[in-house]
């Protein structure tokens, strides 16, 4: 087998790399696969050369194939999220300057327009695929390690996403800092049913699995049903997720209890019990939560703290304590330190501070965008924008250093971006949107609008007109209508005084 670039997938050809619902692909299968994909992209060419390709599928074989074959052929792969809403999607787009979009089914039907009018070619997987037959790869280029390997978008301070740009490198080491902390072997088995468009999914779950040559079950979402038939019967011995999806497990065992159901609540819980970790990420995970997956499972919630800009950077022990409330302590190969508002670093514990990044697992710049990259940078560290304090050695998250951030449900989302949209409605004047403390999403985004004279508004009404507008996670949960927004003297909305008005 010739070796490709990084990132790669284990080469032990006879295991189980990908199930999906009662099909199954060898690690042999899968790697074919992507090289014959590799070639049709290529079309005789020898390298892409960093062409940016997007791709709008859920998770899925043909998932795997498109990002590693965009890869191995010397591109940079652009994964989209597939529940947005079409119109979210241009800027991304244009912003990448994509020129393919690869996309399947209904998924490909609702792009026709919008790559119509971008003029990027819109293919199906198969479409793509060569029908030569392609051995170990040849024919394939020697992609270089410090060449760019996908875009991300992420909502940052702006009301517009930021493609953030990771090298080959920068994915390795992402990937192989968490092989080595959560002890990942062959033997693992993971369901992966997060979004593929965010790095918890796409480097926690998948690369790592594949990289460690375990057994990766894909979801096209989070299937309550089928997912605890697989833990009652022992399937998964590693389970990872947002807070979130803790929440609903808690009250799936609820309703099932309600119901008469105690056994089964008790056959899904053992399941847990017997694996070998959970882990929580992408939003703090409230101390009642953990206590309460403890005493249901046994299992003690390994939480971490990452961004699409470093992946993962700190994190709980594998073996050692795991304290409740707290990321823990930096991953092995990054540098981590807290600074004041004069860029000075903090020595002492219980001072809060900007938490800092260095290390290979950090992002190579913001595509296109120069300005934005050498603000997020500060003597060579990455300033995330996190507020933290270290509590004898366990670092523990207090917010975020603007409040146009909030992180619900696993997702980073912009109260800016959120804003742009509700103001298009035709009956709000005014609004601001903030995050307010939710026990099931973390952060539940709240909207507070001033509606037009002789206009009202309520909330269902308000849902329903987002709906096609936004993704279903930026659909604010909360609405509260106002006179007028508070401000300062300088005519600054005071968002901190809107939490006080719930």
Known sequence: MVMHSFPTLN?????????DGDQSWTYAQVNARIDNFALGLLKGTGDLEEERIAFFMPASLDYVTTMHGIWRAGGIAVPLNVASAVSELEHSLSCAGVTRMIANGHYRVVLIELCASLDIELVSCKEVMSIEENL?????????????????FTSGTTNKPKGVV???????????TLIDAWRWTSDDVIPLFLPLHHIH??????????????????????????????????????FMAVPTIYVKLIQHFDTLSAQGSDEEVKAICDGFRAMRLNISGSAACPVKLFNQWRELTGQVLLERYGMTEIGMGI???YEGERRAGHVGQALPGVDV?????NNYQITTDAAPGEIRIKGDNVFLEYWDNEKATSESFHDGWFC???VAVSDDGYYRIMGRSSIDIIKSGGYKLSALEIEGVLLTHPDIQEVAVIGVEDETWGEAVAAFVVVKEGKSLDYEALKSWCKGKMSSYKIPKLLKTLNALPRNAMGKVTKPDLKKQL
């Open 384 to 386: 995330t924008g996190d």
């Open 337 to 341: 330190a807290l600074f004041d508002e």
């Open 166 to 176: 990771s090298t080959h490198r920068t994915i390795a080491a992402q990937v192989t």
């Open 201 to 238: 999914g796409i480097i926690n779950i998948l690369s790592c699995g594949l990289w460690a040559g375990a057994c990766v079950d894909l979801f096209a979402g989070f299937d309550i049903p089928a997912i605890t038939q697989k833990i009652k019967a022992g399937h998964y011995n590693v």
């Open 136 to 152: 170990d790869g040849k024919g394939l280029p020697d992609v270089n390690p410090s060449r760019r390997a996908m875009i991300l």
């Open 11 to 19: 080469n032990d050809n006879h295991t189980i790399a990908l199930q």
């Open 315 to 317: 994190s709980n022990p």
